[in-house]
């Protein structure tokens, strides 16, 4: 069975910082691009951090970028991916979702939610103080 499982959430005052994982088991996602979205309440889904297979191509979305780092471990049989959050403000509050999408060249790494096949079940991060 395909999972994605983040973790790493949680309540954080405003300027503090977060590292959310995502966990991959069930497939091999060496080969797969991996993207962080989020959706905070009331809101649409959105785009936050995108990086291709190995690493070493990363988009990130504007309102994050500085803050935000997305990164990426790939050992023998699993993938594991990070997103090291800086910086952290209220509209930062949401469910952050991980996911998993077939590359389709070294420098696939897309926005859209559209291009991503397998997703976790998220985890909220709140920011408050």
Known sequence: QVQLAESGGGLVQPGGSLNLSCATSGRIFITYAMAWFRRAPGKEREFVAAINWNGGYID??????????????????????????????????????????????????????????????GTQVTVSS
């Open 60 to 121: 990130t979305a504007d309102s994050v970028k500085g803050r935000f780092t997305i990164s990426r471990n790939n050992s023998y049989n699993t993938v594991t991916v990070y997103l090291q959050m800086n910086s952290l403000k209220p509209d930062d509050t949401a469910v952050y979702y991980c996911a998993a999408g077939a590359s389709s060249g070294p420098r696939h790494a897309p926005r859209l939610d559209s291009q991503y096949t397998y997703w976790g079940q």
